[in-house]
């Protein structure tokens, strides 16, 4: 009998593998001619006539590793959500829809429909935007990425590795995206500012009603370089993380309207500092850049157990190292390190530390990584990537394998 | 005509500037080298103040358990633990100087006393099981069916005073006399003098409760080997493991009224954010068949107090600690085994054929909508119970520190 179940879920999984695969080949196909297409050329000359154009873009990926990645949870770190669920095996890794419209050589947008696949699947507006530019002055409204450092304001697909770093998991659960206005101004010397207001959608926050979080930015370019400093401010309200249940990783904040058995709400304030540098000279194929990350949330937590007073600090950062091989192959190393504390001070916080999974901090994780891109043509890129990744109970070898094909088309 | 994708396959574009020497390199390599190096310190750390030793009183609780709340008028102090020890253990607190509260509650049987119900000082029986008081701190209600006794202090009053079964047989008539036992030992003088320091006459009822409540409250019960499994320092064979996980999964389904730390549904410590007082008919009887679904008359849960017919049969599910060594089980002893128990909850209540309970609890029409038929098999349930018999602490059915002092200072 049990070898009958076993041999039940056997063919489930299998069925579910072959699905996987059946659906990975089916978009392959569809993408392989898609990126003919794509191959024909990119038209840059029109960039300041109005105009509306369209793309598509699919990855499909392959991560490999001795055991469940990525991690559950970040030991030490006080997350949101449920636990984070194993990725490992042959996905889809994103769909795409992107539209961008330029209006006038001040005035342009964008829109980014994407389709996630893996252990979460879901769909969502990851992208809408309009800009206006004139004087100095760049505003741009809607949904984009928060301007702290360089990786975040990156796509997530389009970073160069596909496993963010430990630092952005831990601080931001990868990326931030908001909706909000964000203002920016060119000052003499190279030197620019910003500020921002925005309803805020996700961790580190909480969803919210209202303009909750403002960030504010100061950047440096000269010669290679190029230099940020962010910061940001927000409130968690109930900030939920769930600690029981299955894995299965959700971007949206668990409801803290009640506390129950499987959930630990923060309530408190967020915040987050960072700055990241990059040397990029003109006629070198070397590239280097590093960014350094602080996190800082004060309030208290909210258990079954009790409501303690709650400090966290989360420090980490990266440093990288890219070099063009070739005209379409880059390679790139990246470092990085992570570490944090927390402090609970009321009725039964060692309950609470346990049940938020943050009682053991001590531990300073690391890790490493290379990644080799290859863009046979500007439709399609192929990336293999190895990150020994040191921060659970034993370090592993985690294998990413993607492929990303991309066609775009003007409309008009 | 193409156009660029939205995102930037490359990195940063170059800069208009020739590519500068090495020496920068190396520069961006030191600066992220110091970015990496860290300026906080790591770890967490922990204050509760609840925890705190104090000269009176310091809990040594189990990890997994949270502070226990303390009524305000009495404080835990060891002076007091002590008094409460000895006069729990003392037959002298009792009308007719022959009954102890030990009696109903034997260490060796995890303060129970393996019989169906218990019998008071003048032999009467009461129509309840005897519940153990290992982690009574830690209940919001007392007794089986009682929401109003919120207190160990409110409860103790109970056994000592009650006419009606008789427990411990104290009343208007025997009051002073049994006072007068204690003020009449130097022992106890002094003990009372010490837990009560501020008082002038301190024996006395008042405080002869807040000493047992006291004891009572220091009696925990939390290192079995499944907290030893739980911490990593024992394992569970196969057979336990199974029955883990079916108590735990929505096959068994136990763990809805025994899933806190304290294997029950009613718990309270300090700072809970809320405290649930469930009662639960489970389907034991249902006489006649009616639709009133009636318990034996005078034993028919909380349904005594408020008259309510859903109250019918409600009772509250107990700790599971060491519930190997707590048979019969049931709020009046009437299942003997925890096979029988498990066969009761299989079959979604228990069917009387014959005899003056005679009726089908199975179709209780109050019956817990978490009490259904389960398909166990025989090895699911011998699974089960092999778990439940991971939760016997053998420590402290020894602990010499809820002993018997009278044995104590007899060897």
Not at chain 1, 105 to 118: E, F, I, S, V, W
């Amino acid at each position: 009998m049990a070898a009958a179940t076993e041999s039940t879920r056997g063919a489930g999984r299998f069925t579910r593998l072959k699905a996987r695969f059946v659906r990975a080949a089916l978009l392959a196909g569809l993408a392989v001619p898609l990126a003919a297409w794509g191959h024909k050329g990119v038209d840059h000359d029109a960039e300041e006539e109005p105009s509306l154009s369209l793309s598509l873009g699919v990855g499909l990926r392959h991560l490999s590793a001795d055991t469940a990645f990525p991690y559950p949870r970040l030991p030490g770190v006080l997350e949101a959500g449920s636990p984070r669920a194993d990725e490992r095996g042959s996905d889809l890794d994103y769909a795409e829809l992107g539209l961008s419209a330029r209006f006038s050589p001040q005035l342009n947008g964008a829109l980014r429909y994407t389709r996630h696949g893996g252990a979460d699947p879901h769909t969502e507006l990851e992208a809408l935007w309009l800009e206006a530019r004139g004087g100095g002055l760049t505003a741009r409204g809607g949904r984009q990425e928060l301007p702290l450092g360089f990786e975040n304001l990156e796509h997530a697909h389009a970073r160069t590795f596909g496993i963010a770093p430990l630092t952005l998991r831990a601080t931001v659960d990868e990326a931030w995206i908001a909706d909000g206005l964000r203002v920016d101004w060119a000052l003499p010397g190279g030197f620019a500012a910003g500020a921002g207001a925005w309803q805020n959608r996700s961790y580190p926050g909480t969803e919210s009603g209202g303009v909750n979080l403002t960030t504010l930015r100061l950047a440096w370019r000269g010669g290679p370089w190029h230099l940020e400093a962010g910061y940001a401010e927000t409130d968690a309200e109930g900030r939920a993380l769930l600690t029981t249940g299955e894995g299965g990783h959700t971007h949206s904040v668990p409801s803290c309207d009640s506390v129950t058995a499987d959930r630990v709400c923060f309530h408190g304030d967020v915040a987050l500092w960072s700055v990241a540098a990059r040397w990029r000279p003109r006629q070198s194929r070397w590239w280097l850049g590093g960014e350094y990350w602080y996190k800082r949330e004060r309030g208290r937590l909210d258990s079954i157990y009790g409501t303690p007073d709650y400090r966290g600090e989360i420090e980490g950062g990266w440093v990288d190292a890219g070099f063009r091989l070739a005209p379409t192959v880059t390679v790139a190393a990246r470092a990085e390190r992570l570490q944090m504390n927390n402090h609970l001070n009321g009725a039964n916080a060692g309950l609470v530390a346990a049940q938020a999974g943050i009682v053991e901090a001590d531990g300073k994780p690391m890790a490493m990584g290379l990644v080799a891109a290859w863009s046979p043509s500007p439709a399609l890129r192929l990336l293999g990537e190895w990150l020994r990744d040191d921060a659970g109970d034993t370090a592993i070898d985690v294998f990413l394998l993607r492929a990303q094909l991309h066609w775009g088309r003007t409309l008009f | 005509m193409l156009r660029a994708p939205l995102y930037r396959v490359d990195k940063e574009p170059p800069s208009s500037r020739p590519a500068p020497r090495l020496r920068s390199r190396w520069l961006v390599v030191l600066a992220a080298g110091g970015l990496l190096a860290g300026c906080i310190e790591s770890g967490t750390t922990i204050v509760d103040p609840s925890r705190q030793t104090d000269a009176n009183w310091s809990w040594d609780l189990p990890p997994n358990f949270p502070t226990p709340r303390v009524p305000e008028d009495n404080p835990m102090s060891e002076t007091k633990f002590q008094l409460g020890r000895r006069l729990f253990y003392d037959t002298r607190l009792s009308g007719n100087g022959t009954y102890a509260c030990a009696n109903c509650h034997l260490q060796g049987m995890a303060f129970t006393d393996g019989l169906a119900v218990s019998v008071g000082a003048t032999g009467q029986k009461t129509p309840r099981n005897s519940p153990s008081i290992a982690n009574a701190v830690y209940h919001p209600t007392l007794t089986w069916a009682r929401p109003d006794l919120t207190t160990l202090e409110e409860q103790m009053a109970v056994p000592l005073f009650a006419t009606d079964p008789v427990e411990m047989g104290i009343n208007d008539a025997n009051r002073e006399t049994v006072l007068q036992r204690f003020r009449d030992d130097p022992d106890y003088g002094r003990q009372f003098a010490e837990a009560f320091a501020e008082e002038a006459e301190p024996v006395n009822f008042d405080n002869i409760i807040k000493a047992i409540a006291t004891f009572q409250r220091g009696v925990l019960t939390g290192n079995s080997r499944f907290e030893r499994y739980q911490r990593g320092e024992a394992t569970l064979t196969a057979a336990e493991e199974r029955g883990r996980l079916l108590f735990n999964g929505e096959t068994a389904e136990c763990f809805h009224c025994h899933g806190s730390f304290n294997f029950n549904d009613q718990v309270t410590y300090r700072g809970a954010r809320s405290v649930e007082t469930l009662f639960h008919n489970t389907g034991l009887y249902n006489i006649g068949d009616t639709a009133e679904g009636l318990f034996p008359e005078g034993n028919r849960g909380i349904y005594e107090l408020s008259a309510l017919p859903q109250d019918m049969g409600a009772f509250r599910a107990p700790s599971l600690y060491n519930v190997e060594l707590t048979a019969p089980y049931m709020h009046d002893g009437s299942v003997g085994t925890l096979e029988e128990v498990l066969d009761v909850y299989a079959a979604g209540g228990r069917h009387i054929e014959s005899g003056p309970y005679a009726g089908d609890g199975r179709y209780n029409p109050f019956k817990s909508d978490l009490i259904t038929m389960i398909s166990l098999s025989e090895q699911d349930k011998a699974d089960i119970i092999a778990f439940l018999k991971t939760l016997t602490d053998h420590s402290l059915l020894t602990n010499p520190r809820y002993a018997d002092p009278f044995q104590t200072e007899g060897e």
